[in-house]
């Protein structure tokens, strides 16, 4: 990269973008902090700042590349993504039932989280392609096959919630992108049909299956399959106003809580800082979404404003599905709360794709 191509970089580069992904960093930081202080599991925080530098590198790598380059490599990315996704059912790690993981190394990673930013490339893609003509049936259906094939795979593993989030993704993406209505209606109405038949084919999973009804009706095992959310929602409810006080929420640092360092941090925030720190936490994802949509608006063309469309979407449903999930709107189905909850994989896949969005913002004001 010359001097002159730096500088430009330099003079646009996206610094709202940054020091409000960095903001909610430090937040998750000094959670998981709190989070961990008396958990079994030990050095989680170390790992996750490791994580954090090696995904805000990544956030400046992905920045300086020019996000078009990704134009042909997109369905090559969903490709890896979905070979990778098939690896971890025949030598992937398994843990508490699931198996998620590859081993890289020393390092676990979780294909299902990348394979999110293969998607939204792919769509980014596939939206280029089609510019302004209509598609027969014939043409769209084998990418669209591609796109059903990473959610299938991915509740496969079985990993509901994060197939549901690209299931999310792909709806969010398409109702945006699209020139006609009915035919997103029509899958959507397929995808409600096939609810009863999951159920009673058995694809759902026992445990999966006590979660929804656990949800419909938290009182009926409220030691076993509730436990999570009741806690969850004690957590949230006994923080008040301004909360606790850090590292004073009992029912984090007693343990009550369950996996609070990954599914349910947010529970943590709030009994320590409150209504108000919920809510200061909430405005800074609000801003973040607001301002990759923004960008996305701005963007010079098909290809980076789905991009930004498709980044935006993602954070947007892992935040509601996840605070939805720990106030007892939605079953629990162990979605991350962007770079707050502990994991790398998912901390990696935020940076990596916010770094697409500051490459599509630093990209508006070139010739």
Not at 81 to 101: D, T, Y
Not at 118 to 137: C, N, W
């Amino acid at each position: 990269m010359n001097g002159t191509v730096w500088r430009r970089l330099r003079t646009h580069f996206d610094w709202p973008l940054l020091l409000t992904t960095l903001a909610i960093a430090a937040v998750g930081l000094v959670n998981l902090y709190s989070a961990t202080r008396h958990a079994p599991q030990k050095g989680l925080f170390g790992v996750q700042i490791w994580w954090m530098v090696i995904g805000l590198a990544a956030f400046v790598a992905m920045s300086a590349l020019d996000y078009r380059l990704w134009v042909r490599f997109a369905w090559i990315a969903l490709a890896v993504g979905l070979i990778a996704v098939v690896l971890v059912h025949f030598g992937g790690i398994a843990r508490k039932g699931s198996r998620r993981w590859l081993g890289v190394g020393a390092l676990s990673l979780q294909p299902s989280e990348f394979i999110k930013l293969a998607v939204i490339l792919a769509l980014a893609r596939f939206v280029h392609d089609r510019g302004t003509e209509e598609r027969s049936l014939k043409e769209l259906a084998p990418r669209v096959a591609a796109f059903v094939g990473a959610i299938v795979l991915i509740a496969w593993q079985p990993d509901l919630g994060t197939a549901m989030l690209v299931a999310l993704i792909c709806a969010s993406v398409a109702f945006l992108s699209a020139r006609k209505l009915w035919p997103l209606l029509v899958a959507l109405k397929v995808a409600a049909a096939a609810v009863p038949v999951l159920w009673v084919t058995n694809v759902l999973h026992d445990y999966q299956k006590r979660r929804i009804l656990t949800f419909l009706d938290p009182s009926a095992d409220p030691s076993g399959a509730g436990w999570h959310a009741r806690q969850s929602i004690f957590a949230v409810g006994s923080g008040k106003i301004v909360g606790k006080g850090f590292m004073h929420g009992t029912q984090n640092q007693l343990n009550f809580l369950p996996e609070q360092w990954t599914d349910f941090p947010f529970s943590v925030w709030a009994e320590e800082w409150g209504f108000v720190g919920s809510v200061a936490l909430l405005g800074l994802y609000v801003f973040l979404i607001v301002w990759t949509i923004n960008v996305a608006s701005q963007a010079r063309d098909r290809f980076g404003a789905t991009l930004c469309l498709g980044v935006a979407a993602m954070i947007f449903w892992h935040v509601v599905v996840n605070i939805a999930m720990v106030t007892g709107l939605a079953p629990v189905v162990g979605v991350t709360l962007p770079l707050v909850s502990y994991g790398g994989s998912s901390v990696l896949t935020v940076f990596l794709g916010l770094g697409l969005v500051a490459s599509v913002s630093a990209r508006r004001w070139a010739h």
